[in-house]
T-cell receptor
């Protein structure tokens, strides 16, 4: 199916465990993003990537690691999960170029989210 | 103080009412303003996209941007139960790819 997919949709883990959340997009968009969504905070950017092998920190990167070896995949790893990382995680992608020109209007498309509980 | 402030609600109105959702922001560099709609247990989806100041209308939805006041609004006319969702404002500067989101307003339209 075309679009952006996240897996798993639900995950329960224990503190100290390593967890990897997957994100896959079929549009070949250049940019990909990871957000977490918590009550009272809205969507907060964890990490983003402008292209394969190019990643950068967002607002709340501590405790997370990302990689982007292929354009279509952008996994997010919690190296040692903590209870404060219980949240809903969303992946998004966007494209800034079309026909070699920068798009004035670029839209972020979101996946359905991964609901993570750290016990 | 957050860069973008949005009243989280919840907001509950009867069907057919006009709904007004608002965000204020502090960064004068923001040029692009968006409203995303998020249904329960789903990802956000783009609803409205505006550039700089002015109004944009799409069916029952109108987005307004007042850059002088650093204030954006989303109006929903003839609200329907299917409009029940969380509405998030988002914005970015010229050339920027990162969006800054408001906290989201949870809206319920009662039949």
């Amino acid at each position: 199916d075309a679009g952006i997919t996240q897996s798993p949709r639900y995950k329960i883990t224990e503190t100290g465990r390593q967890v990897t959340l997957m994100c896959h997009q079929t549009w070949s968009h250049s940019y990909m993003f990871w957000y977490r969504q918590d009550l009272g905070h809205g969507l907060r950017l964890i990490y983003y990537s402008a292209a394969a092998d190019i990643t950068d920190k967002g607002e709340v990167p501590d405790g997370y690691v990302v990689s982007r070896s292929k354009t279509e995949n952008f996994p997010l790893t919690l190296e040692s999960a903590t209870r404060s990382q219980t949240s809903v995680y969303f992946c998004a992608s966007s494209e800034i170029l079309a026909g070699g020109r920068i798009l004035a209007k670029n839209i972020q498309y979101f996946g359905a989210g991964t609901r993570l509980s750290v016990l | 103080q957050k860069e973008v402030e949005q009243d989280p609600g919840p907001l509950s109105v009867p069907e057919g009412a006009i709904v007004s959702l608002n965000c204020t922001y502090s960064n004068s560099a923001f040029q692009y303003f968006m409203w995303y709609r998020q249904y329960s247990r789903k990802g956000p989806e783009l609803l409205m996209y505006t550039y700089s100041s002015g109004n944009k209308e799409d069916g029952r939805f109108t987005a307004q941007v007042d850059k002088s006041s650093k204030y954006i609004s989303l109006f929903i006319r003839d609200s329907q139960p299917s409009d029940s969702a969380t509405y998030l404002c988002a914005m970015r500067g010229q050339g920027a790819q990162k969006l800054v989101f408001g906290q989201g307003t949870r809206l319920t339209i009662n039949p």
